[in-house]
């Protein structure tokens, strides 16, 4: 059954586009499969709520991004510190990469799948740049001769 992922509604014969596969959304089918939860339905995003999810993942893009660079500089302070110490210790050095990790993976909890939009108008084609006119006193021209 074909399935709009924002109002959920049966998209069967309206205009609708698809959702992309991937690494997440594969991972999701293999976990609700394995718990025999999975209805296999084909995910797409309907006409009318396009623009909303359009801005739904921006903000997941956004927020993403923004979680990967907390995380790295949280990883990057701490594991400094720990180092610059002096007490070494494998146990909390683990315990940083696990809290960094953690946070790089919180935009996870709200994300939303990509649209696989249909391909727009080309763009047009650069034009050719126009030869430059020869410029006053170039290599066709003679130099005039100085009066003293």
Aim: charged share 20%; glycine share 6%.
């Amino acid at each position: 059954m074909k399935v709009c992922i924002s109002c959920e509604a049966d998209v069967s014969g309206k205009k609708a586009y698809p959702i992309k596969e991937d690494r997440v959304i594969r991972t999701l089918r293999k976990l609700k499969k394995a718990l025999g939860i999975a209805k296999m339905n084909d995910l797409y995003v309907c006409e009318s709520c396009l623009e909303k999810h359009k801005i739904h993942r921006q903000s997941f893009e956004k927020n993403r991004l923004l979680a990967i660079v907390c995380g790295s500089l949280i990883i990057i302070a701490l594991l400094g510190m720990l180092i610059l110490s002096g007490r070494l210790n494998p146990w909390a050095a683990l315990s940083i990469i696990i809290i960094g990790a953690f946070v790089m993976l919180l935009p996870f909890f709200t994300y939303t799948p990509a649209v696989q939009l249909p391909p727009g108008p080309e763009p047009a084609p650069v034009p050719e740049p126009s030869p430059l006119p020869p410029m006053p006193g170039g290599p066709g021209l003679k130099k005039a001769k100085r009066k003293r």
